[in-house]
């Protein structure tokens, strides 16, 4: 994150359906609304009551953009951190406008009202695919050293 960036957790809704398109480059790019509504509990009623609703522009590129058109649908309640950028540009007219939006780093399904199913997807670059972090089998671990004395606690997990 470059100094200057405004850093953000969002929880809320999708408002509809991501929107994917691709770049001229091929880079895939998935834009989305995401409303986040707080609620009080009102004592004296004994019920909740919803504020103000805010609603975030968010877009997220390349293989993010991929995954979250392929696993998020209109409604579902999503948690997201991301950057705000502040976005330029001028009308046909020649009227300057601005706009903030959220670039997202990372999102998934909210689990306090649902569950999910997490099913990795492949990598794409055949050179890390020895470098996955969850993959146990390609774990940099030392060799056995058939000269060295047999320790029990060799075998063990270090946590």
Known sequence: MSIGEVPVTIIGNLTADPELRFTN????LAKFTVA?????YDKASGQWTDGTAAFFRCAAWR?????????????????????IRQHNWQTPE???????AVEVDDIGPSLQFA?????????????????????MASADRPTPNAAAPADPAADQPPF
């Open 25 to 28: 480059n091929g880079a895939a």
């Open 36 to 40: 986040s509504t707080p609620r009080t």
């Open 63 to 83: 293989q993010l953009a991929e995954h979250i058109a392929d696993s998020l649908t209109k409604g579902s309640r999503v948690v997201l951190s991301g950057r």
């Open 94 to 100: 020649g009227e300057n406008r601005s706009m903030l």
């Open 115 to 135: 569950t999910a199913t997490v099913q990795r997807t492949p990598r794409n670059n055949p050179a890390s695919a020895n470098n996955d972090p969850w993959d």
